[in-house]
Each structure stands twice: as C-alpha cells, then as structure tokens.
C-alpha cells in the first residue's frame, strides 16, 4: 500500500510539473515552462478582427494550454495565463473606455463540475472588475460540435440579462476562445433587448483560423 501511494505521488509530482505546451517537466513551481512562457509573451500581441481583439490563433499548443488550465483541474494556472493577458486587456479597456466587463457565463452545472467559470478566475486574477448575466442553459461543449448551424442551435437563448443597465455603454466581452462567434453574437443579442450599448467590444486569448464575425 505505502508503494503504490508513493507511485501515485510520483506520478501526481510529475502530472504537475509539466508544461502544458511542451510537455516538459518544468524545472521550477511554475506549470508553463521559462521557454514557452517566453514564447507566449512574444507572440502575445494584441490583434483583431473588426471589433474582435484576441492575442493568439487557436493553434495546437493554445489549445493544450486552455484544456489544462479548465479541464484537468490546473486552475492555478490561471495566474500565468492572466500575467500574460493583464497588459494587453487593461490597455484595450482604457483605450475603448469601457463602462462594463462582461465575462462569458458558464452554467451552474459546468461551473460545478469544473469548480470555477476560467473566464472570471483570469479578470480576478487581473484585477479586472465585471458584472455579469446569466446562463439558463447548460449547454454542450462547443468543440462537440462540427459546423457553424449546430452551435448556433446548442447557444440559442442561452442567456438572461436580469437588470444590467447597458443603456450607452461601451461593453467588454471576455472569452477564452472565439470559434464562430456564435456565442458572443448570442450573448450580445441578449443584452440589446434592454437597451441600447454606446459599443459591444470582444476580447479573448485565442480565436479560431476560420472564424469570420
């Protein structure tokens, strides 16, 4: 028994230790190694596509990062994915003289399973402040679905905005990753039925090679 818990918490050590990009044991307590950090804050630079500003494409290694930091319980490595994200957001926010931050919602039943919305845990760690709507339905993970027409059915009325007062406001809407849009343009539909933004900005770590908004 004392061997076989010693071998798990070699194994858990070494899971732990791991760059989610690389895959390397990282030699220090960080998750992302010195060199892909580096690398990630080289290519960091903050793009976009009309209104849509994003900071990589969601390539092989975006994506194995974004999976560790949300689906295999390394929320801590939120903090160095937000040390990354921090100068580029808080610069779009004063550049567009943002009123509201909006993270993409998650549901009750997502953010239980997963144990935090990943979207809110980066602004926390940020510093950024945000308000929030509502996400009424649980729906399928969006990489589960293979065309543009799916999406917009599994995301369709997927949100409530109960009383947030957007009336001429510039809005801010984080996400992770931006695929078709079909989750933003759900989200920003929902909050024009109560009034009428100044602007509706996006800003997420990765977007998707084929998206078009």
């Known amino acids: 028994m004392i061997r076989k818990n010693l071998v798990q918490s070699i194994k858990n050590l070494v899971f732990s230790q791991r ?11 960080s998750y992302i190694c010195e060199e892909c950090y580096f690398t990630l804050r080289k290519k960091g630079k903050i793009k976009n596509i009309e ?3 994003y900071l990589y494409y969601y390539n092989d290694e975006i994506k194995r990062l974004i999976a560790d930091f949300k689906l295999k319980n390394r929320k801590s490595l939120g903090k160095e994915i937000s040390s990354i994200i921090k100068s580029p957001l808080t610069d779009l926010i004063l550049e567009k003289e943002i ?3 909006l993270p993409v919602p998650i549901s009750k039943e997502r953010e239980k399973e997963r144990g935090f919305n990943q979207v809110e845990e980066l602004l926390d760690n940020c510093g950024v402040k945000y308000q929030k709507i509502e996400r009424e339905k649980n729906t399928k993970h969006m990489y589960e679905l293979l065309n543009s027409g799916s999406r917009k059915e599994n995301i369709y009325n997927a949100f409530r905005n109960r009383g947030l007062d957007i009336e001429g406001k ?3 809407i984080v996400d992770d990753i931006v ?3 079909s989750t933003i343009k759900e989200m920003a539909k929902e909050i024009k039925k109560v009034g009428t933004p100044n602007n509706i900005y996006v800003f997420s770590l990765a ?3 084929i998206f078009k908004p």
């Not at 760059?19 to 307590?29: A, G």
């Open 179 to 181: 695929t078709t849009g």
């Open 51 to 53: 209104n849509y500003y």
């Open 99 to 101: 009123d509201i931050v």
């Open 170 to 172: 510039n809005i801010l």
């Open 207 to 209: 977007v998707s090679k």
């Open 19 to 29: 760059c989610p990009i690389c895959k390397k044991i990282s030699q220090d307590s």
